[in-house]
């Protein structure tokens, strides 16, 4: 029997009428695969419910923070608690300092960390902080990767690699991009010919250390090292971003996986466990350039607010409680991709790195954005409908990276991957 969405279908056309796109954030309105979005109730371990009282099993997992699994008791219990005590106090409390040692545990290439309230901000906020170190204006990122939406870094590539980069959203002046240059993800040879060329004027590279913000890309072998001598050379900053994959793909997520160390490391998503914070850090030359230390400006009304510091700081500890956790994860990951490519025989590659993977609809490796971009997005768009319609919620865009989280158990995935087997089978 089909599942009925008619409590979703009215709430979000009442949403439209007040939410730009009846969402406040874009991917959620299901452009990218057609369709109504559905509205979510509630949600607990690896589990999430509709208005209308369908369960689904989530590999969304709020787009990456819920590595132990939705509304985990510890995490809920303290945040209960921390909230009888005031809401926020615009003064240092306890627990910022608490997290930021844990941080600090976690991630040890940074000496200092300061806590924000999103992503964006975070990596807004670093890149500040890395050109006032350098004092050159040039920042090199990649296509596909995502910092969030500050202006400099809402910025595509340009018409050659030696170009400037343009911006990627209306709103934002050329003038504001003029200093940043996007280049191929996974392309060490453009890195180096843009440095040959333009060395003097860039001071700071910022990269997702495994693109996540376009499907599931892992770092080539070598590529990451090659950055870290590359800016050793010419004496730029490495920025890592790791908001999504921090915490996720190992302990000290995706520095840790490779073993390579950037300057600074900008964390979201987990490290708020499911509430809005994040943080930037690194060595501590650099974040003594924040003010009030030093002659960067960064600020914020509701940085370190105990509420979002207490469920990041409880999910840490339970991440520190559960040893295993990181195997489980793999084990999981392993059983998902084997049995899709099993599935799928050729017929599309799944990219992953631990819990984190992508299903791209195309028969060729996806290395950067222009391969990514090759993959059969209504394809994408049948399979991601025909396995809501079998209750599991996936990301609603080809060009996102699906999460597994500490909730999900081996049979979770076996039903996954018999549903798999029917839609692809049958519809695609
Ligand atoms: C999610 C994400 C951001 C932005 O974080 P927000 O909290 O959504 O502002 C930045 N960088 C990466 C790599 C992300 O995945």
Redesign the pocket.
Known sequence: MPAIHSHSERLSAEAEEHLPGGVNSPVRAFRAVGGHPIVIQSARGCEITDVDGNTYIDFVGS??PMILGHAHPKVIAAVQEVAQHGLSFGATSPREIELAKAIKRFYPSMDLVRLVS????A?MSAVRVARGYAEKPGVIKFEG????HSDCLLAKAGSGAMTLALPDSAGVPPSVTQHTYTLPYNDLEAVKALLAEKGGEIGVVVI?PVA??MGLIPPQPGFLQGLRELCDQHKLVLVF?E??VGFRLARNGAQGLYGITPDMT?L??IVGGGMPL?AYGGKKALMEKVAPLGPVYQAGTLSGNPVAVTAGLTTLEQIDARPELYDHLEKLGQQLQTGLEEILQGRGRVQRVGSMWTLFFTDRPVVDYASAKTCDTERFARFFRGMLEAGFYLPPSQFEAAFLSAAHQPEHIEKFLEAARTVLGARL
């Open positions: 787009w990456g999103s992503g964006t901000e990596c990767c995502y910092h969030g997702e996540g913000n971003d908001v999504m900008v979201g998503k994040a």
